[in-house]
């Protein structure tokens, strides 16, 4: 059941009206049982001083494409209520020509545009008006049988206002039938939503919290649990199963959703999501349509459901009814979109954002892995919506024109105009071995700045975990994953790419960078030192190239693989015959496998750079003292002696090689493939030749 989250304490703590609203609004937002991601609005009348110093009346209200639960005062819009107020008076008002009126109103340029739903508060005469998007009030909003619960609810507490898109029609029709009952608490929008109101911030909160348990408890007293949703057709496979199965399928549907862009996969097995997907009467009503207009633009007007017995043995059988079923679903959007388009409309991607699939739960897709959460978040919310609407009646959406129109609406679109231009590497997934290290880390945080998800793969996990949260910390939750992983070991590689299909669906680049380095003269070389060199960058880059090789082919979108193989794989380094040689290996097994991937849309290349010593645990173990050995010199002389023996006279650093890397995993490099890119400031002994 939906809690008040008010703190005394805190609201105290909020100086102004706006900062209130700031406060209230957050409040709202963070509980999606009370209001959708991106969706609803709040409202705040109070009096300011103008530019000249005169007390004007002005009503601050959501800008357009922000959140609730994380908008500041810089996303709310301030308007003059002495401006608005005469467009009462008027018999109608087209969109455009109200955003352009609105946009006069505002009290200060640099606020966001005001939202379509501006003049639903603006109407109402109450100082704080909150719009929301409850569960339990879209349930009864979506039911056949909506309005007469409504009564049995709130008795003539209520206004209910027929479903018809928001602009100046609906807020004027919300105003007058507020204004036409003195008793009205709360007006009920069908298909859409829930509008309350105060006096004061509290009250407003207090009044929307209230509604909706009241709501809550009538339709939590009607539920069946051994009927919901027609009850039990699919119990769920182990958790194990559903992990193993997903790992298993999301490269295959990665594939089949990136047409002209690439998609970003999640998974999501949560209790209310299984129960659906096992429902026996789930896969017709999740054709119904939306359960609330703001869920179109993120979960498209129907998800994607999957006729699948769940069997985790079948994995083939499955992988073959999702390639299907996703080319099937992309020619029914596309007949959808033709049957209603208007001119000048540009269709979306036609792929699924919403994929169910019975015994193992959710997948999701976006242009990056929280846009993917987005369109999750909201389905959870369509679930519990058509769990409350089928206890109290038959679910019921929006016509088919109408989905349409909303998922191209103008005004929605601009607000996904407002998201931040892609770079190079959105929509890009990056597997970089030796994670935690100096090349490693430096590449992670040069691919994220552009738009990668990176996974961090390390023997080092606290150390390739500390690289991940810094990474998250500054460009948004999971943007980098850590997994634990030995490059000799073939079950934690395949390990490592598994948790990396189930985290972000495959894998777009790979970075053959872990690594260690042994010296001595070629006589005292042993086995162990041949073979620990050989397993570790031989063997290692092999097993780490395959499985990705493997996921790409399986992908069918291409891919790229960098090698960060060395000087010495071109120069005979003295006293190092075992790593000379393995790296030597390197650089041809990437040819080997570029000239195979070719056909695949698969680049292989490599980089071969000299002495980096910042940041890496090869230097700052033996392998110092070894190589200052072999030069006759001491270790702490080494820097700038591999600096005087270049033609540049310069050092190289972890982030020079990560700029090579980020070239070859880049558009600018697309038609390049085999080749070897030496970072080593000129040392004329390593010119190829």
């Not at 038609?671 to 000129?682: A, E, F, N, V």
Request: aromatic residues 8%; glycine residues 8%.
């Amino acid at each position: 059941m939906v809690q008040s989250l008010w703190e005394a304490s805190k609201a105290a703590e909020q100086v102004t009206g706006l900062d209130q609203l700031v406060y209230r609004s957050n409040l709202i937002g963070t509980d999606r049982r009370v209001c959708n991601y991106g969706g609803g609005n709040t409202s705040s009348k109070t009096i300011v001083k103008d530019f000249r110093g005169r007390d004007v009346e002005v009503m601050f209200v959501k800008g357009s494409g922000s959140d609730l639960a994380t908008m500041k005062a810089s996303n709310f819009t301030g308007l003059r209520m002495d401006d608005i107020r005469p467009l009462f008076e008027k018999d109608e008002m087209p969109d455009e020509e109200m955003v352009a009126y609105l946009a006069n109103c505002m009290i200060d340029a640099k606020h966001p545009r005001a939202s379509i739903e501006t003049l639903l508060h603006a109407f109402l005469p109450f100082k704080h008006v909150d719009h929301t998007h409850p569960d339990s009030i879209i349930s009864l909003c979506c039911a056949d049988n909506g309005k007469e619960l409504a009564s049995e609810i709130f008795g003539d507490r209520f206004v209910w206002v027929p479903y018809i898109r928001p602009g100046f029609k609906l807020s004027k029709m919300i105003a007058e039938g507020v204004l036409n009952n003195p008793k009205a608490e709360l007006v009920l929008m069908e298909k859409h939503g829930l509008v309350t109101w105060g006096e004061t911030s509290e009250e407003a909160y207090a009044q929307t919290i209230k509604i909706i348990t009241e709501a809550e408890s009538f339709i939590e007293a009607r539920i069946n649990e051994a009927k919901v949703f027609g009850g039990v057709k699919h119990g769920a496979l182990t958790a194990e199963e559903r992990r193993s199965v997903a790992a298993q399928v999301m490269p295959t549907i990665r594939g089949a959703v990136s047409d002209a862009k690439k998609m970003i996969l999640s998974f999501d097995d949560a209790e209310d999501v299984l129960q659906f997907v096992g429902g026996q009467n789930s896969a017709a009503l999740s054709q119904v349509g939306a359960a609330c207009p703001d869920h179109l633009v993120h979960t498209k007007v129907v998800p994607l459901f999957i006729d699948w017995t769940p069997n985790a043995d079948d994995i083939d059988g499955l992988k073959a009814k999702l390639k299907e079923s996703i080319a099937a679903y992309k020619e029914e959007y596309k007949a959808y979109f033709d049957r209603n388009k208007n001119e000048g409309d540009v269709m979306f991607e036609a792929a699924p954002r919403v994929i169910l699939i019975p015994g193992v739960g959710m997948i999701n897709t976006g242009k990056s892995w929280a846009m993917s959460q987005v369109s999750g978040a909201l389905y959870h919310r369509a679930i519990a919506v058509m769990r409350g609407a089928t206890a109290l009646g038959q679910f019921v959406s929006l016509s088919e024109n109408e989905s349409y129109n909303v998922e191209y609406w103008p005004l929605e679109l601009y607000k996904l105009s407002l998201a931040p231009a892609e770079a190079e590497f959105s929509r890009k997934i990056a597997f970089i071995t030796g994670g935690a290290g100096g090349i490693g880390s430096e590449t992670a945080r040069r691919l994220v700045s552009e738009g990668a998800h990176v996974v961090l793969a390390d023997l080092n996990l606290e150390g390739a975990e500390n690289v991940a949260s810094e990474i998250n910390a500054k460009y948004g939750e999971n943007r980098a994953i850590a997994v634990k992983m030995d490059v000799t070991s073939e079950e934690m590689i395949k390990a490592a790419y598994a948790e990396t299909a189930l985290t972000y669906g495959g894998v777009d680049i790979i970075v053959n960078n872990a690594g260690l380095a042994t010296s001595s003269p070629f006589d005292q070389t042993s086995l162990k030192e041949w073979n620990l060199n050989m397993n570790v960058l031989g063997t290692g880059y092999f097993l780490v190239a395959r499985e990705a090789f493997i996921m790409m082919k399986e992908q069918a979108i291409g891919g790229n693989m960098v090698f960060i193989g060395s000087k010495n794989s071109v120069y005979a380094g003295k006293s190092a015959s075992a790593y000379s040689a393995v790296k030597a290996l390197e650089a041809h097994l990437a040819r080997c496998i570029a000239a195979e991937g070719g056909e695949f849309g698969i680049r292989v290349n490599t980089i071969l750079p000299d002495a980096i010593l910042q940041g890496s645990a090869i230097w700052n173990g033996s392998w110092r003292n070894e190589r200052a050995a072999a030069y006759g010199i001491e270790p702490d002389q080494l820097e700038e002696h591999y600096r005087k023996r270049t033609t540049l006279l310069v050092n190289i650093y972890p982030r020079d090689i990560a700029e090579g890397i980020a070239f070859f995993a880049s558009s600018k490099s697309e038609k390049t493939t085999g080749c070897m890119l030496t970072i080593d400031g000129g040392v004329p002994a390593a010119f190829t030749r």
